[in-house]
């Protein structure tokens, strides 16, 4: 009789569960989506390919439940961090700082190539956490502006811009350890470019 994981069945599920997910998002890292297969995430989880089949009807939808996985805890955790913090111009530090950290470690596709293999239904399903991210990033641009910690602009247009310079700046060249002077390096230009200014003791200051 085969050794039972976990005291329950529905925590034995969540388990492999779990193990589908993390081999498929370090399949994703080490060799991409084009080419893999429900086959290839078995064998690296270490469960049957039917098993597989049971938790996702094909690989769209293990993507889809990958990637709301992956982004909604990042979400969740960044939420906390902001919370814990009362100036914008600080709290845009962490939000470009985690940003860039995650998606050094990211094993998600970017946006474009996730667009190309995805249906339209489940592209949507994954905007809902990119649409909570730009409210996160525009509700700390707009308390800068409200406070006197930035200069006034066009938010939405500044949330654009901050992101492009977030994917063009994220380094993938080794995960487990992002590149803190690249990292430190982004979040000065981007800083600098929105208008934040600082004392001589490099605290925020107010620009008026």
Sequence with gaps: MPRIAAPTN??????TQRKILDAFGELLFTHGLPGLTMTDVARSAGVGRTAVYNYFADLEQLLVAYALDETGRFVTELKADLDA?????????LYVRAQLEDLTRRHLPPGPAMRSV???ESFAKL???VGELNQLLADILRDGMDQDFLP?????GLVQLIHGSLTAS??????DTPDEERIAAAVRFIQAGIGAVFDSDGRPATIR
């Design 10 to 15: 529905a925590a034995q599920r969540e388990q």
């Design 152 to 156: 006034l602009a066009d938010v939405e």
């Design 127 to 129: 905007a809902v956490h």
């Design 118 to 120: 995805l249906s339209g």
């Design 85 to 93: 913090l009362d100036n914008p111009v600080d709290k845009l530090s």
């Design 170 to 175: 994220a380094s993938r060249r080794n995960p």
